[in-house]
């Protein structure tokens, strides 16, 4: 059996299929064939760990050699373009003799020339008529004189987005454009492509893009207002189209600057004939124009860059350098002005409108960066006069910011619980808003601010109000969620807003639906509790009963424990207790839930329910309902007199009108010590 060593396979005339048969008819059984299988698996893998490692080691000349070929043919390029204006201007040369013979030889040589140029444009015209007759509704190639096709490939666009594949396209990369066409893969015979767009080369940045999961060999092609991502095949092809589009651009500045210099060269005045009295060759002035800085010259092109990179700042700056530059006295008139100021104009156009979209909530804003990532684009577009644009576009963020942040909140547990937590939630969100605002926006803005906050507290206080007031959430329940923002909207008016008038106008209109439900509900249930009550003393069966009981009726403002007889026995009737405990709490719970303007409601329900309870008493000639009956009229009317002034301040006229009519004695009014006016100057 031979050895497997590398020398076998390196001779020139080796031939794998006849090494094979020697190796089989050598090995005897399967078990040396299977050895001699591993040792050539083996070599393979030594060979192309060897093969890397050269790679790696040698990487670094590659790409030089690279750059070094792309580097090569854009001066093949320039040769070739110098040769054709040599052949031009010896043309014009022998066309142009003094002597009026022309050379035999010259001219047989421009004549060979001309027919390498007239082969060369043919050459040219026919590749662009096949492109042309290749893609569907494709443009006119042969508008431009000197357009030339510098590449061409198939690519597979990528949405720039979500990352996704979105179609296969085939891209002709010319030296002043590049033309997008997609495949037509329905059609039969030849394959042919459809136009979808044409970029110049002038408004092109072309972008690198790492690899990143499934994107990889991938570039980016910016040309406002597009962006589009293309995938290559391998790195090899990525990297000429790359070499190839920074080409097209040098080609592009070389010629812009041809035609500057060309333009600068027409524009000098012409100097006097030689034959001129007044002033000698050597006495005619030269106008001397100062060269432009090369930061100057160059700074269309670094405002491309530094807008691609997002350095939105780094751009404002220079453009405002770049035009105080200009405006100064050295270069004030320079030939060059208008046209760099003309683009500096575009390219601020430009920035302007990728900073309303940075803003534009609707264009994929995530609420994570905070208010804060707002900051650099609002204050540029301040500094360009943009400020109500700008303020229009914060507060968008700042209404889809507080509907995130409400939205996260989750109803679980009581309702109490889940409004204070909104209304924790709501006002942090506008207090964040209202400071960012103050610190992003002159002051004759906060007006706006002052309106979108009423109108965020009105859109918060409708979804909390169908959840809140409705006839399964108790009276106490309600109290405690209006309470909790009242008091959270207290607290905000620290950072100098006040919304409280907003928040109770909100409130205005359910709290009085619910108060009047609430008298419903009891003057309801009253009129059926007196109509089955037995008219007999509580039973409340043991001592710890009792206690809560007095505990209870205590935390109303009513001591009873006189009433308690035979230690478990309270001395009233159950719809007695029942209507005390119903109309105390009405009145509590009202006067801490009303504003001033909803008092007149509070003191209707009030006397609704009290009127009703007497009236029902009338027509009872027991015993024991006429001494629950003074019960009320004793007891319970006088404390909720008395509680009702000293809370408010003044007497409820409807219900010391009712007392009076059943022969209840009212205490009467203290002095007032305020002093009248004795005019009307003060009114």
Known sequence: MSEVNMEKFAVPDFVPERYVKELAKSCVGGEELQQQKEKIQSLADETASALKKNVYENYMQFIETATEISHLEAEMYKLSHLLSEQRSVLTTLSHASILGNENALSRESLENHDMEAERVEEQRKNKLNIIMEKVDSCINLLDVPDRNLLHEGDLLEIDAEENTALQRMHVYLFNDSVMLTSWISNRRGPMRYKFQASYPISTLAVVNVRDLGTVKQAFKVLAFPDTRVFQCNSFAIKKDWLDKFEVAKKMYIEKENSKQKKKESQEKPKPEMLESPSLSVEEMPSPQVPPLPEWLADVTEELDVLIVERHFQKTYELMVTAQKTFNTDEYKTHPQKPDILKKIEQKQKVLMEILLKELDVTHNWSPRGGLQSTRQPILILNKFNMTSQACELFLAICSHTVKVHVKGVQLEGSINTYVKQVGEVFFCSLSDALTEFIALFPKNKISAFVVWASMQLRMLMSQIIKQVFTPQCALDSVLDCVQSLR?????????????????????????????????????????????????????????????????????????????????????????????????????????????????????????????????????????????????????????????????????????????????????????????????????
Request: contains cysteine.
């Open 487 to 683: 008091d959270q909207c207290t607290l905000f008016c620290e950072f100098g807003l006040d919304l409280r008038f907003q928040l109770n106008s909100c409130l205005r209109t359910p709290i009085i639906k619910a108060l009047r439900e609430y008298k419903e509900k009891i003057v309801d249930s009253m009129k059926t509790k007196v109509s089955e009550d037995k008219w007999t003393p509580v039973n409340m069966h043991t001592k710890a009963g009792v206690n809560k009981f007095l505990t209870q009726m205590e935390s109303l403002g009513l001591i009873l424990a006189k009433y308690i007889i035979n230690e478990t026995w309270v001395d009233l009737s159950s719809s007695t207790i029942w209507f005390a405990q119903s109309v105390i709490t009405i009145q509590k719970v009202g006067l801490d839930l009303v504003t001033k303007d909803m008092m007149d409601v509070l003191d209707e329900c009030i006397h609704a329910i009290f009127n009703s309870r007497l009236m029902l008493s009338l027509g009872n000639d027991s015993s024991y309902a006429q001494k629950n009956f003074k019960f009320i009229l004793d007891t319970v009317m006088p404390l909720m007199l008395r509680c009702y002034k000293e809370s408010v301040g003044y007497d409820n006229e409807k219900l010391v009108a009712l007392a009076k009519k059943f022969g209840v004695s009212v205490a009467p009014p203290k002095k007032s010590n305020i002093t009248k006016y004795t005019s009307n100057e003060y009114l």
